[in-house]
């Protein structure tokens, strides 16, 4: 069963850094996308940053400049590197991705969830 794992939320002040990470595990032949989204007290789930397989990036307005996704292939997995922080970027982040599951000669697609990491940003 493929599963994601998020870590690295916490507790921060305004204007620190923190980095998730988004593990994927199972039997999994290739990821097409890895993104990050996010849901506050509240609020629903919004797209916080996407990248593609070939390495193409996607932002929400809200964090460009401040925030990179990035992935390790190797690895399968996903990190968002999230800078000067506010207290408005206090949410569950979770991870989600679109990929192959299964042997290179029988695959299904699937998309997955993470199970979600809480971050708080006190100012």
């Known amino acids: 069963q493929v599963q994601l794992v998020e870590s690295g939320g916490g507790l921060v002040q305004a204007g620190e850094t923190l980095r998730l990470s988004c593990a994927a595990s199972g039997s999994i032949v290739s990821i097409n996308y890895m993104g990050w989204y996010r849901q506050a007290p509240g609020k629903q789930r919004v797209l916080v940053a996407k990248i593609t397989s070939g390495g193409s990036t996607d932002y929400a307005d809200s964090v460009k400049g401040r925030f990179t996704i990035s992935r390790d292939n190797a690895k399968n997995t996903g990190y968002l590197q999230m800078n000067s922080l506010k207290s408005e970027d206090t949410a569950v982040y979770y991870c989600?991705?679109?990929?192959?599951?299964?042997?290179?000669?029988?695959?299904?697609?699937?998309?997955?969830w993470g199970q979600g990491t809480l971050v708080t940003v006190s100012s």
């Open positions: 989600n991705a679109g990929l192959r599951e299964g042997t290179s000669y029988s695959y299904r697609y699937r998309e997955v």
